[in-house]
């Protein structure tokens, strides 16, 4: 994340979201106490918390190579240790306490000053005012400096705030960090109101936000596709934009979710030749997933649904289809079976039973223990659980319906339109 190509998408994402039109109008602003009588005021925006305060800044933020050299002091953690409990001693007295060679002291001391004194490094760190001027410090030597501090047991107060943009891996030795977050916040009530508790205002104001959110298309700059080095994620907390949001995911993931439906659906109109079964194919499977609905919850109590779900849907698709394929086919072959076979409607279907059912019995039961056995290894994860125990009643119940009720449908077709000329042979048999 900060190479010099991820510094730059950085910049660009972070630019992006303070550059808004109208980002002053939304974002969470300081409080500013004024005069004797300590009246509160709004200042400016609040600044966001954002790791590229630690590579940019004016020439009075200069982190130097000399800063990482003075870890390497002797006894570093308990001279830093004594520094800060003592901020007005002197490098004699530390001196004196740690016994540490005075040049030594005096190295750490002045990376305390460095550090802690007024407009030190952690200051500028969570100024978080930056808009990516200029070119960034060497890059090599800050993250050298950062890593040191975090693996300093006497600067652990820095390393948990260093923690919060750099993942676990980073370290002295491996200066690279696949991860990083940013914190950017806005605030209310909004101009315009006075208030962000009654139910009406907040509700009105929260369109607002979404709104503008929206109009100035801030969701590109966590679903854009322009990154290289970053694959921006957003942890939204507004529950309005959050309830948009999962609105627009949903509503992409469902049109999704229509094609492999419709290729089903078309596939097995294409191998059967009729638009009959087809129906049948689709009706068999809704069938399939609401009656195991019915079952978890009326007879199982089991009253509650992960978004795992719903990949039982297309689970039940492949199953459900290849079982019509399997039926179908039987039937057909049974044409050939000779005269006892077909002697009557009877007696050929009683072929097909033996011939299909058999080989969709033994698919569809591997298929059950494989999701039973995972409910039953899954105990410490209910939604999991759930699922196995819900896909394999989905599955049993898609093998009832096909021994069922597609045999009915089946007869229907072969009764009605199978081989039958004109329209219905272009539209429901061949």
């Known amino acids: 994340a900060f190479s010099l190509r991820g510094l730059d998408e950085l910049c660009e994402l972070h630019n992006l979201m303070l550059g808004a039109n109208g980002y002053a109008d939304y974002c969470q602003r300081e409080v500013v106490v004024q005069g004797e009588a300590h009246t509160e005021e709004m200042g400016e925006c609040k600044p966001p918390l954002t790791p590229l305060t630690f590579f940019f800044g004016d020439a009075s933020y200069d982190p130097s190579e000399d800063d990482v050299a003075a870890f390497d002091v002797e006894n570093f953690d308990e001279v830093m240790s004594w520094a800060l409990a003592n901020p007005l001693a002197s490098a ?21 000053s460095r550090l802690n004194g007024p407009g030190g490094f952690l200051n500028h760190w969570l100024s978080g005012r930056t808009r990516c001027e200029g070119t960034p410090k060497n890059l090599r030597t800050v993250k050298r400096l950062v890593a040191k501090i ?39 009530p909004l101009d315009g109101f006075t208030s962000y508790i009654t139910s009406s205002e907040k509700g009105d104001q929260d369109k607002m936000f979404v709104d503008w959110w929206d109009d100035e298309n801030l969701r590109r700059a966590y679903t854009g596709s322009g990154w290289e080095e970053l694959q921006p994620s957003a942890l939204i907390t507004s529950p309005k934009l959050l309830l948009r949001e999962f609105l627009k995911v949903a509503t992409y993931d469902g049109i999704l979710a229509i094609v492999p439906i419709a290729a089903v659906f078309l596939i097995v109109w294409l191998h059967t030749g009729s638009l009959l079964l087809a129906f049948a194919t689709l009706a068999e499977q809704v069938l399939s997933l609401t009656t195991a609905l019915f079952f978890t919850a009326g007879v199982l109590q089991i009253k509650w649904l992960s978004f795992q779900h719903f990949l039982a849907l297309y689970i039940v698709l492949a199953i459900g289809a290849d079982d ?10 049974s044409f050939y079976a000779g005269p006892d076979v077909n002697r009557d409607l009877a007696t050929r279907m009683s072929w097909v039973y033996r011939r299909a059912g058999l080989a969709m019995l ?12 995972m409910a039953l290894s899954s105990r410490e994860i209910p939604d999991l659980q759930n699922f196995g125990i819900f896909t394999a009643l989905v599955i049993a119940i898609d093998y009832a319906l096909v021994m069922t009720w597609l045999t009915a449908i089946v007869v229907i077709w072969h009764n009605n339109f199978e081989m039958k000329p004109g329209l219905c042979c272009a539209c429901c048999g061949t």
Do not use: H, M
């Open 92 to 112: 004699s007295d530390a001196a004196a306490a740690t016994g540490c060679a005075q040049t030594e002291c005096e190295r750490v001391l002045d990376l305390r």
């Open 324 to 333: 019509v394929f399997v039926f179908v086919d039987a039937w057909r072959q």
């Open 150 to 188: 975090r693996g300093s047991p006497s600067l652990s107060v820095y390393g948990s705030f260093i923690n919060t943009f750099f993942d676990k891996g980073f370290s002295f030795d491996n200066l690279r960090s696949r991860y990083t977050r940013s914190f950017y916040e806005y605030g209310a």
């Open 362 to 373: 033994i698919t569809s039961l591997t298929t059950c223990a494989s999701f039973i056995a």
